[in-house]
């Protein structure tokens, strides 16, 4: 069964640090361009970063400087290092997976061919 999975999420006091592991199983995760996404308690699912099969990096202005994705194809995994968390970075995170040819997108709304189950932060004092 192909499948992502998400982990490393926790509760983490503002200004901590927390690592999210997107992992792969079943299919080869260096054809996919990643994307990692947030959803808040009401509020609609936004992208953070993005990955793209040739290591092109997005990411949203709200991390830019505290947040980094990297891939590591031979773990078949793509991890989000997020420091100087704040509380406003509350949310369940996901990662999904395209496999597009080229470049990388931070819209949850666009097609992609996998889906995690989410993994949840929480930054709080």
């Known amino acids: 069964q192909s499948q992502l999975v998400e982990s490393g999420g926790g509760l983490v006091q503002p200004g901590g640090s927390l690592r999210l592991s997107c992992a792969a199983s079943?299919?080869?995760?260096?054809?996919?361009?990643i994307g990692w996404f947030r959803q808040a308690p009401r509020r609609e699912r936004e992208g953070v970063a993005c990955?793209?099969?040739?290591?092109?990096?997005s990411y949203a202005d709200s991390v830019k400087g505290r947040f980094t994705i990297t891939r590591d194809n031979a773990k078949n995994t793509v991890y989000l290092q997020m420091n100087s968390l704040k509380p406003e970075d509350t949310g369940v995170y996901f990662c999904?997976?395209?496999?597009?040819?080229?470049?990388?997108?931070?819209?949850?709304?666009?097609?992609?061919?996998?889906w995690g189950q989410g993994t949840q932060v929480t930054v709080s004092s």
């Open positions: 999904a997976a395209a496999n597009w040819e080229s470049g990388c997108s931070r819209d949850p709304y666009n097609e992609y061919n996998y």
């Open positions: 079943g299919f080869a995760l260096d054809s996919y361009a």
């Open positions: 990955i793209s099969r040739r290591q092109i990096i």
